[in-house]
Each structure stands twice: as structure tokens, then as C-alpha cells.
């Protein structure tokens, strides 16, 4: 089966978070037609496979993520989505191909592997948590590094995206309520309108950014969901807001997050109301070794290809929680110019697969080879 095959099976079938079997025995099924071992862990859907190398050596992993999103799609791919409301829109599927096409590779050059690599299709990653499912088993346990990619629309297929430090952000969901007392919208000074003090909380945090960050740090703050009131002459007694946080470095994501907790309770405060102020803090800022950001580099450019340094993008990232107990780095691969991700109408040219399993395996080798 060719990794074209693959890929265009897997975007026909995409499955949402933690549905992923029929995407798991799938790949089950092709790495074990391949001799591949699959590790017997508790998992529900995702999996561990291993190849073992001939020579002795170091223990490396790769993680490609596996689930999907809730979007209907909208591209004229002759292999376009059967599941209506389900795509792969965030490059899974080229993230899972990849995968398996460099385990494929790397289980036919098993004479010049050194060690042994773990290849990790992890469930879930669009829920923010699935990294425990796969860290929770213990398979990775005395590993050395770990590899990762992901698919960039903005990079064309041969180019490799390659950067020290974080490349995603660290991912913070905000939910904010409001309450004051409720009364009849002509008479205002009965009551306490959260409507009104809200508008002043917005308005307040955006001055985190401009008036607490320093310019050379990078934070997000967005106010994404407003909720209240029923009915149009009525002031309500609550107001519920939510949103997101991204930071780059833990400093400026407890600072942004003090801030906001401080200025939430202090304009409600005076306008005479209370407020409940939720946050519940998702993957941290990916934070890519140095040493491997420059091993990565300069295995793209024996590869010839062209390895780039993207900038930081506040999109969230578990692939960060690998990075939190292994040195680790994720690349940006070039999928060819197209629509953003979790866009509907995102596409990817299958062309990039062959040019990341190559890549990878060579990483892979080349790495395993090194003292």
C-alpha cells in the first residue's frame, strides 16, 4: 500500500478525539503487515510501536497525533471527508502518513539502526490532554529525545520550519462571571447591571498586553463568549465571559494571569458587583531543545532541503508535554501554500509525506548513530 493510499484513507475517515479506533486499527494493521511490533499497552484508541534497530544504541521516539476536528469540509478533494462534520483539518492525516511511512523505512534499514524507536500515534490532541493517555503508560520511560512535526500551510512542500525554544504557546481557557442584580431595564438604579461592568472588564484587559508584557514577550488575551440577559428590558443578574490566554514563557503566562485575575475583581469591585474568575490552564509553551533545533537544521540541509526559522504561533500544542519530562523538537513541514489550519477548506499536498519520512528516517539514523 503506498503512503498515498494511506494518506487518502485517512482523510476520508477522520475521527474526532478519543473515537480514534477505526484510525487505530488501521494502523495496527499496516505496521503489523510490516512486521512492525505494537507495544501491548492500556490504551483505548492510539498506539506504540516499536523497531528495533540490529546494533545497540540509544531509545528515541517519534509522536504523530491522530484525531480530528469538528468541521465540515469544504474542498473539492476527490477523497474529501465521508464523515460529514468530521475533518482532518489540522494535517493529522499527513502527520500520521508520515509516521508510518518513516517506520516503514527505518524497519527496512534496521541493519543500520542504533537502538530503538518508539513511534507514538497519540489520540486526542485536539482536546488538549492527550499526551497524558500515551505519558500515563510508562512506554516512553528512559527515552532520549523525542521528535515531532507539524503541517504548515505556510511553508511549500521541501521546506522544513526549524526554531530553538517555543514555537507554539502555552494554551490558558478563561470563563468569567459576573453578578450583580437583576432589574427592570427603565430603571437601572435598582439594580447592579453586569452588562455594564463587563464592558468594562474587556475593556480593561486588553490593557494587560499593552501596559504589563514586555514588547520583546508575546501574550494573547481574548475575550472570545459573552452570555447574558433574556430578554430586551430586563437587566440581567449575570454575565458570563470566556476566553483564552497564550504566552510563550511561564514568567509572562503567571504574570498576564495575575493581571487578569486582579483587574476582573477590581473593576467589578467598583462597579459594586462580585466576580467568579475561572482558569484552567491547558499544554504549556512547546519548548524545543537547542541542541536538537540545530541537529534538525542541519540534517534538513544534508537532506537538501530548506530548513527556515518560523515565528512563534500562539496556537496551543500538547506535544509540550513530552518536551516537560524529554528533550524534544518539533518541525514545521511544508504541506504547500493553502488555507490556515482548522480552516475548512485546509488541504495538503501528499508530496510532503515523502519528503518528511525522508527526513525523518535520516534524523532518525543519523541521531542514533551519534555518541
Same mark, same amino acid.
Given at each position: 500500500?503506498?503512503?498515498?493510499?494511506?494518506?487518502?484513507?485517512?482523510?476520508?475517515?477522520?475521527?474526532?478525539?478519543?473515537?480514534?479506533?477505526?484510525?487505530?486499527?488501521? =494502523?495496527?494493521? !499496516?505496521?503489523?503487515?510490516?512486521? !512492525?511490533?505494537?507495544?501491548?499497552?492500556?490504551?483505548?484508541?492510539?498506539?506504540?510501536?516499536?523497531?528495533?534497530?540490529?546494533?545497540?544504541? %540509544?531509545?528515541? #521516539?517519534?509522536?504523530?497525533?491522530?484525531?480530528?476536528?469538528?468541521?465540515?469540509?469544504?474542498?473539492?478533494?476527490?477523497?474529501?471527508? %465521508?464523515?460529514?462534520?468530521?475533518?482532518?483539518?489540522?494535517?493529522?492525516? !499527513?502527520?500520521?502518513?508520515?509516521?508510518?511511512?518513516?517506520?516503514?523505512?527505518?524497519?527496512?534499514?534496521? @541493519?543500520?539502526?542504533?537502538?530503538? $524507536?518508539?513511534?507514538?500515534?497519540?489520540?486526542?490532541?485536539?482536546?488538549? @490532554?492527550?499526551?497524558?493517555? =500515551?505519558?500515563?503508560?510508562? #512506554?516512553?520511560?528512559?527515552?532520549?529525545?523525542?521528535?515531532?512535526?507539524?503541517?504548515?500551510?505556510?511553508?511549500?512542500?521541501?521546506?522544513?520550519?526549524?526554531?530553538?525554544?517555543?514555537?507554539?504557546?502555552?494554551?490558558?481557557?478563561?470563563? =468569567?462571571?459576573?453578578?450583580?442584580?437583576?432589574?427592570?431595564?427603565?430603571? *437601572?438604579? @435598582?439594580?447592579?447591571? *453586569?452588562?455594564?461592568?463587563?464592558?468594562?472588564? !474587556?475593556?480593561?484587559?486588553?490593557?494587560?498586553?499593552?501596559?504589563?508584557?514586555?514588547?520583546?514577550?508575546?501574550?494573547?488575551? /481574548?475575550?472570545?463568549?459573552?452570555?447574558?440577559? /433574556?430578554?430586551?428590558?430586563?437587566?440581567? /443578574?449575570? $454575565?458570563?465571559?470566556?476566553?483564552?490566554?497564550?504566552?510563550?514563557?511561564?514568567?509572562?503566562?503567571?504574570?498576564?494571569?495575575?493581571?487578569?485575575?486582579?483587574?476582573?475583581?477590581?473593576? #467589578?469591585?467598583?462597579?459594586?458587583?462580585? &466576580?467568579?474568575?475561572?482558569?484552567?490552564?491547558?499544554?504549556?509553551?512547546?519548548?524545543?531543545?537547542?541542541?536538537?533545533? @540545530?541537529? &534538525?537544521?542541519? +540534517?534538513?540541509? /544534508?537532506?537538501?532541503?530548506?530548513?527556515?526559522?518560523?515565528? $512563534?504561533?500562539?496556537?496551543?500544542?500538547?506535544?509540550?508535554?513530552?518536551?516537560?519530562?524529554?528533550?524534544?523538537?518539533?518541525?514545521?513541514?511544508?504541506?504547500?501554500? +493553502?488555507?490556515?489550519?482548522?480552516?475548512?477548506?485546509?488541504?495538503?499536498?501528499?508530496? #510532503?509525506?515523502?519528503?518528511?519520512? &525522508?527526513?525523518? +528516517?535520516?534524523?532518525?539514523?543519523?541521531?542514533?548513530?551519534?555518541?
Amino acid at each position: 500500500m503506498t503512503y498515498t493510499e494511506i494518506f487518502e484513507h485517512l482523510h476520508e475517515n477522520p475521527e474526532l478525539s478519543f473515537e480514534e479506533f477505526e484510525t487505530t486499527a488501521y =494502523i495496527t494493521a !499496516i505496521l503489523q503487515s510490516e512486521g !512492525i511490533e505494537i507495544l501491548p499497552l492500556p490504551l483505548k484508541t492510539g498506539l506504540v510501536a516499536r523497531v528495533k534497530g540490529a546494533l545497540p544504541g %540509544k531509545k528515541i #521516539a517519534f509522536r504523530a497525533d491522530i484525531d480530528a476536528l469538528p468541521l465540515e469540509e469544504q474542498t473539492n478533494l476527490p477523497y474529501k471527508s %465521508k464523515k460529514s462534520g468530521k475533518m482532518h483539518a489540522c494535517g493529522h492525516d !499527513i502527520h500520521i502518513t508520515t509516521g508510518i511511512e518513516t517506520a516503514r523505512l527505518l524497519q527496512k534499514k534496521r @541493519d543500520e539502526l542504533r537502538g530503538e $524507536v518508539l513511534f507514538v500515534f497519540q489520540p486526542a490532541e485536539e482536546a488538549g @490532554d492527550g499526551a497524558f493517555e =500515551i505519558l500515563n503508560t510508562g #512506554a516512553l520511560n528512559g527515552i532520549e529525545a523525542i521528535f515531532s512535526l507539524h503541517a504548515s500551510p505556510l511553508l511549500e512542500v521541501g521546506e522544513i520550519g526549524i526554531k530553538e525554544g517555543a514555537i507554539t504557546a502555552a494554551v490558558d481557557l478563561l470563563k =468569567i462571571k459576573i453578578i450583580g442584580t437583576g432589574c427592570h431595564g427603565a430603571q *437601572p438604579q @435598582d439594580g447592579r447591571d *453586569p452588562i455594564a461592568a463587563s464592558a468594562a472588564i !474587556i475593556s480593561a484587559l486588553q490593557s494587560i498586553v499593552a501596559r504589563n508584557v514586555s514588547p520583546f514577550r508575546q501574550a494573547v488575551v /481574548s475575550i472570545t463568549h459573552i452570555e447574558g440577559g /433574556s430578554n430586551w428590558n430586563v437587566i440581567p /443578574s449575570e $454575565v458570563l465571559l470566556e476566553g483564552t490566554v497564550r504566552t510563550t514563557d511561564k514568567a509572562t503566562r503567571d504574570l498576564v494571569n495575575t493581571r487578569l485575575k486582579k483587574i476582573v475583581e477590581d473593576v #467589578a469591585s467598583a462597579y459594586d458587583e462580585c &466576580a467568579e474568575v475561572e482558569i484552567n490552564a491547558g499544554p504549556p509553551a512547546t519548548n524545543n531543545d537547542a541542541s536538537l533545533a @540545530d541537529y &534538525a537544521w542541519r +540534517t534538513a540541509e /544534508s537532506c537538501k532541503l530548506t530548513p527556515v526559522r518560523p515565528e $512563534v504561533t500562539m496556537v496551543g500544542e500538547d506535544f509540550a508535554h513530552y518536551q516537560e519530562q524529554f528533550p524534544g523538537i518539533m518541525v514545521w513541514l511544508g504541506v504547500g501554500k +493553502t488555507a490556515a489550519l482548522h480552516n475548512p477548506a485546509f488541504t495538503a499536498q501528499p508530496k #510532503a509525506i515523502e519528503v518528511g519520512a &525522508a527526513y525523518f +528516517t535520516e534524523l532518525i539514523l543519523r541521531y542514533g548513530s551519534e555518541s
